[in-house]
């Protein structure tokens, strides 16, 4: 029968001193410790192991013929070695050790030392050489998840925001007009600018206009621009928004409250790529992609005689629908840490996360403005806080525990602990409804062991 036995890596030492007697004991005391040995008498020598082998760990002395230690010292880190060095002299002097420190050293022995002094400080190099990687491995996964889990400056880790993001790369590449539907607050233009910044025209800046927020007599001139003397005031040329979006992204935010009269003439700029400012008696090319987005039914629109359906479909080539806060509650742990590390930043301050009942409490909340309202909560709460924990008193707007579908709790309970309950309850509910009744799987979701979860539905009589 083979066993798979874990392979042991021997860190090798070498040790370069000119009295053989300090050779010999060092690589006594040092082969007893478990490293392999090689010895030098100085430095010239030193140079030529190296050239055939690394070594981890480097002892060496300061007063060698030849090449002495401050000398080999110095060489080795121009070549950018990889290997530890730690210094040793009989004539050590703070001044010596601090040269040595700042051409590279680890750390510097005096002479004459005791045995357990030398595997001491080779100990402790190997535990700094530990956290090193470690850091570096944790640094690393980190910018692995970020990678995994962002897109532009949005972050998600579920499933059906993670397809909306690789719908986002690959459309990216193209310029095939994009309808962006949400309710308000889900990251409509978020989606839109990181599309734009993965795209070819990304060199340019994304131009954004909210077609809600312009008046309906301005809005024509806005997007078309106009020529002097179009009307009274119109003293000289002016560009529209479609010009300044040239050989770029031009994002129409809320479109559903463009006007009628303007509805044919975006039309005619999807279809023949060209505009009309106001004014002009000539039409002018423009090479523009262009990304809409809305809170609102276009279809119902449609059906209303409130939008034009040709314009619909024109806009509607590749619909991205971002779906609400609530129908995702398992990206709002990523997102409160997210927006906490993005406040830290802004408030100089240290919070680490968020306490366990206040999360249960962010899972239970309906969202109605969605991220941007979890973000709003999130700074409120820093700016309340006083710990590195946000706890459930910073949340207390968020505390409903009338939350549920049949309405049957009191809107008059304000026990903390039987709200927490009602809540718990309604998470363990709603995770083993997601599961298909898959207790593990809930387990996982709730982020709580098997046996918790079991002992908290027998406790909440709960039968699913």
Request: with cysteine; aromatic share 8%; proline share 3%.
């Amino acid at each position: 029968m083979a066993y798979n036995k874990e392979k042991i890596i021997v860190a090798k030492v070498l040790v370069v001193d000119d009295e053989e007697n300090m050779r010999h004991m060092l690589s006594s005391v040092l082969r007893h410790a478990g490293f392999h040995v090689k010895t030098a008498a100085n430095g010239r020598q030193a140079f030529s192991k190296m050239e055939s082998e690394f070594f981890d760990y480097i002892l060496c002395d300061i007063r060698m013929p030849e090449m002495d230690g401050m000398k080999f010292l110095s060489a080795t880190k121009k070549i950018s070695n990889a290997s530890t060095i730690i210094m040793m002299s009989a004539y050590g002097t703070i001044d010596l050790a601090i040269e040595a420190l700042k051409l590279g050293a680890y750390d510097f022995i005096s002479k004459p030392f005791k045995r357990d002094e030398v595997i001491l400080t080779i100990r402790k190099a190997q535990e700094r050489n530990q956290l090193k990687r470690e850091n570096v491995q944790l640094k690393k996964r980190i910018k692995n998840i970020e990678e995994k889990y962002r897109f532009g400056s949005m972050v998600a880790k579920s499933q059906i925001m993670k397809a909306i993001f690789d719908l986002g790369e690959k459309v990216s590449q193209y310029n095939t007009t994009i309808l962006i539907i949400g309710e308000s607050g889900t990251g409509k233009e978020l989606v839109a600018r990181a599309i734009h910044n993965a795209s070819p025209r990304s060199s340019n800046t994304l131009v954004p206009v909210n077609c809600g927020a312009i008046p309906e007599t301005l809005l024509e001139a806005e997007l078309f621009g106009y020529v002097k003397g179009a009307f009274t005031g119109a003293d000289r040329n002016q560009k529209g928004l479609f010009e300044e979006a040239e050989d770029s992204t031009l994002f129409l935010d809320e479109i559903g409250e463009l006007p009628v009269s303007l509805q044919v003439k975006l039309l005619r700029v999807l279809q023949e790529n060209d505009i009309r400012p106001l004014g002009a008696t000539q039409s002018k090319k423009v090479d523009v992609r262009v990304v809409a987005a809305t809170s609102r039914d276009l279809k119902q629109m449609v059906k209303d005689g409130m939008f034009r359906e040709d314009l619909y479909y024109r806009l509607n080539v590749l619909p991205i629908e971002i779906p609400s806060l609530r129908k995702r509650c398992e990206d709002i742990p990523l997102l409160c840490q997210y927006f906490i590390s993005n406040f830290n930043k802004i408030f100089n301050r240290n919070v680490k996360g968020i306490a366990a009942e206040a999360m249960t409490v962010l899972l239970g909340y309906k969202w109605p403005g969605n991220v941007r309202e979890l973000e709003n909560a999130i700074e409120r709460a820093i700016v309340l806080s006083t710990g590195d924990l946000l706890e459930l008193e910073q949340f207390q707007q968020f505390f409903n525990p009338i939350d549920d579908d049949n309405g049957k709790e009191s809107a008059d309970v304000y026990s903390l602990k039987h709200a927490q309950k009602i809540l718990e309850k309604e998470m363990i509910i709603k995770a083993l409804k997601a599961t298909n009744g898959n207790r593990t799987q809930a387990s996982k979701l709730l982020q709580i062991s098997h046996p918790s979860l079991l002992s908290k539905i027998k406790a909440y009589h709960i039968d699913l």
